[in-house]
């Protein structure tokens, strides 16, 4: 079993910034895909950004150029920094891990984003 918690989120202006973090249980963390996704109200969750276990990244198109995902595997640690925060990026973000081999998901309980002058 993985554990998955989530942490950072808060209220934030438009134009600020916050960096969540995500960390993760486990010995072999390195080799987890990570990923962020994000749930507004009334709507789906859906991704922001993903890293792969060779620190390959993805971008969904709301995400580039204001967001950037990394990971410190000494810490168990993956890292959301968002900049440029707007409205529609208020929701609850949540973090994803991904287990190499057998592809077990895990979830964390999510952390709330809201951006509001």
């Known amino acids: 079993q993985v554990q998955v918690v989530e942490s950072g989120g808060g209220l934030v202006q438009p134009g600020g910034s916050l960096r969540l973090s995500c960390a993760a249980s486990?010995?072999?963390?390195?080799?987890?895909?990570m990923a962020w996704y994000r749930q507004a109200p009334g709507k789906q969750r859906e991704l922001v950004a993903d890293?792969?276990?060779?620190?390959?990244?993805y971008y969904t198109d709301s995400a580039k150029g204001r967001f950037t995902i990394s990971r410190d595997n000494a810490k168990n640690t993956v890292y959301l920094q968002m900049n440029s925060l707007k409205p529609e990026d208020t929701a609850v973000y949540y973090c994803?891990?991904?287990?190499?081999?057998?592809?077990?998901?895990?979830w964390g309980q999510g952390t709330q984003v809201t951006v509001s002058s």
């Open positions: 486990g010995s072999i963390f390195s080799r987890y895909a």
């Open positions: 994803k891990a991904v287990t190499p081999n057998t592809g077990r998901v895990y």
């Open positions: 890293i792969s276990s060779a620190d390959n990244t």
